[in-house]
C-alpha cells in the first residue's frame, strides 16, 4: 500500500515468499500475484494469484486473505470453490455491483466470472 499524502509504502499481505497459504498480514503467502482489483465499496482487494492457481480476496481494513475459488492444481473446471480450476489466472476486474470477478485464465484461453458471495466460477467466453 503506497499512502499518496506521504508515499509511505507498506505490506499489506504476503511473506515475501513463493507461498500459498491465507491469513493475516505477513502470515498469508502468495505465489506470483498477477493481477487486482478493488471492490467498489473499497473494503476488500481482488488477487489472481497466478502461480497458485486462485482467486485470493485481500480484507483492506485488516490484511485477512482467502481463497475465493480455484484448488491449487492447473487445470481447466467450472465449479464452486476448491473443486475449480485455474491455469495462469492473470488479469481480474470486478463487476459495477461488486458481485462477480472476470478473469483472464491465459493458459486456459479464457474468460471466467467467479460469484464473489459463494466461489461459483463459470466459463463465459473461450
Do not use: W, Y
Request: with cysteine; charged share 25%; glycine share 16%.
Amino acid at each position: 500500500r503506497v499512502e499518496v499524502a506521504t508515499g509511505e509504502v507498506t505490506t499489506l499481505a504476503g511473506s515475501g515468499e513463493d507461498g500459498d497459504a491465507d491469513g493475516v498480514g505477513d502470515a498469508a503467502e502468495f505465489c506470483d500475484p498477477a493481477g487486482i482489483a478493488i471492490s467498489p465499496d473499497g473494503s476488500a482487494l481482488f488477487v489472481a494469484d497466478q502461480g497458485n492457481q486462485k482467486m485470493r480476496r485481500v480484507e483492506l481494513a485488516t490484511g485477512a486473505v482467502t481463497t475465493i475459488a480455484g484448488s491449487g492444481d492447473e487445470g481447466d473446471a467450472d465449479g464452486v470453490g476448491d473443486a475449480a480450476e485455474f491455469c495462469e489466472p492473470a488479469a481480474i476486474t470486478i463487476s459495477p455491483d461488486g458481485g462477480a470477478l472476470l478473469v483472464a485464465d491465459s493458459s486456459n484461453h479464457k474468460i471466467r466470472r467467479v460469484a464473489v458471495a459463494t466461489g461459483e466460477v463459470t466459463t463465459i467466453a473461450g
